[in-house]
C-alpha cells in the first residue's frame, strides 16, 4: 500500500522536516531544531502539529442517534451540550480498548476525532452498530492541525477573531479566508491549545499566517514527549484491545450515570472491575537514574518478581529526566513503591509516580 | 597533529601513543537527533575490536557504541553522562566518550580517513 500525504506535505519539506511512516502517511518526526527544542518551545511559546492523518467523522442525526451512540459509548450525551466535547472510547464486549476518541456535539450530530491507525476499522464498527441507518463521513477533504501551547490562544486569535473566547473542551465554527472552520479549546500536549478542522485546501495558507504570527512547527517526536509528560495514552502503547479503561486508569471518563444503568457495550466487565478491582494498572514510572526505560521494558518488584511492563517510556524535556507509564499488578500500584525496570540486562531503580510528570505553571510575567 | 580516523559504525578515533581516544561522528548525531543519555565503559574493562562499549539515547531509539580497535579502557568521559547534550554540540572534541590502550595498532589500519569517511558517510544515507 502506498504510503498517503497530508495536505502539509509540502509545508514540512519547506521547513527540512524528517519524515516517518505512521499509520500509513508520511509524517513529519521533527524540523530542523530537533525534538528537544520543539517541545520547549510548545511549553514556553507555541508549537504546530499536523495532525491531519486522524480520523474526522461525522454522524449526522438526531435524537435517535444519541440514543444509539449511548448503546456505544460509555458517555451521557443526551446531556452534551452543543459544541461541547468528551474524551471516550470504541469498547468490544469485553471492554477491550478497540480507540480512545474525542466525541463532539454539533449541529447535525457528532463529530469524533480517531486515531490515525484506527478510523478504518472504527468506521467499519460504528456502522455495523448503528446499521447504517445514519450518514457517516470520515472525511478526507479536511485537515486537522493542533496549535498547543502558552501563545497559542493569542497567536490563533490574531488570525481568527473570536477563539479565544472558547473554553476548554468546547468548539464552535469559525471563518477563515471565508471558508468554514470548526475549532475546539483541546489538545494532547498538556498546554492550553485549539485544535482546527480545516479544509485540505486552505490549511496550509492557515499554517503560513500561524507560522508569521510566531508560533513553529512542531513534528511527532515532541508530541510524543509532550503527551507522555502530560500523562496522556497513546493508542497502541498504553491502550490497546488488551486493556479496559479502568485497568487504563480512566474511570474518570466513564459516565457515572451511564455505569448506574449499564446498558453500552463492555458494560458488564466495567461494572465488574469497578466493583472488584483490577488486576493490573496502569501508572505513572519514574526512573531514578537516566536511563531511559522504553516499551516493552519489564517492571520487577524488590523481591526481583515480574510485576509489569513499561508501555511508554523516553526523555521528558521539560523534567530533564526520564519519564514512563506502564501496567504493574494491582498491589504495586501505589504512589511511592520502589520498583525495577531491566534495561540491557540491568535493574535500573524507580518508583511508582503520579500522573502528569509536568503540571502547567500558570505563573506568567506581566508584560507578554 | 595526531592522526583521526573513521570507522563505519560512525566512531572516530585519535591515536596518541599507544592511547586511543573514540567518540562519535558529527554525522553520527545528525542522525540520532537529540542525544540525552550516554552511557560507557567501565575503567579497567578490556574490549574487544568491533565489541560493544557503550550506548547512546536520543529522544527517539536507543543505539550501541562501538569501538573500531580493542584494548584496555583508562578514562571514560563523565561529562557526556552528566550532560549528554553537549555530545550534539561538539561530538568530536569535548565530547569523547572513552580512551583505551591499544594492543594492536594494526587495527587501524582498516578504518577509513576523513575522506574516506565523508564520502562513506554521504553515500550511505541517499
Known sequence: METKKTSLYQLHQDYNAKFVEFAGYQMPIQYSEGIVEEHKFTRNHSGIFDVSHMGQLFIYGGDELIRDLEKIFPLDLKNLKLNHSKYSFLMDKDAGIQDDLIITKINEGFLIILNAACKDNDFKILKELLKEKYKMVLDENRSLIAIQGPKSSQILNDVIDGVKDLNFMSGNWFLFDNQKVYITRSGYTGEDGFEISISNNFVSKLTRELIDKGSKLVGLGARDTLRLEAGLCLYGNDLDKEKTPVEANLKWAISKERISKGDFIGSDIIIKQLNNGVTKIRVGIKPEGRVIAREKTKIFNQSDAHIGEITSGTFGPSVNGPVAMGYVENEFSKKNTKVFLEVRGKKHAASICSLPFYKKSYVKGSNE | ?126
Open chain 2, 1 to 126: 597533529m595526531s592522526e583521526v580516523k573513521y570507522s563505519k559504525e560512525h566512531e572516530w578515533i585519535r591515536l596518541e601513543g599507544d592511547i586511543a581516544t573514540i567518540g562519535i561522528t558529527q554525522h553520527a548525531t545528525e542522525l540520532l537527533g537529540d542525544i540525552v543519555f550516554a552511557e560507557l565503559p567501565e575503567k579497567g574493562s578490556k574490549l574487544e575490536k568491533d565489541g560493544t562499549a557503550g550506548v547512546v539515547e536520543s529522544t527517539k531509539a536507543a543505539s550501541d557504541v562501538y569501538t573500531p580497535v580493542g584494548g584496555e579502557v583508562v578514562e571514560t568521559n563523565p561529562s557526556i553522562v552528566d550532560n549528554p547534550s553537549i555530545i550534539n554540540q561538539d561530538p568530536e572534541n569535548i565530547a569523547w566518550f572513552f580512551k583505551l590502550r591499544i594492543k594492536d595498532k594494526s587495527e587501524m589500519d582498516s578504518l577509513m580517513s576523513k575522506d574516506e569517511y565523508d564520502k562513506f558517510a554521504k553515500e550511505t544515507t541517499t
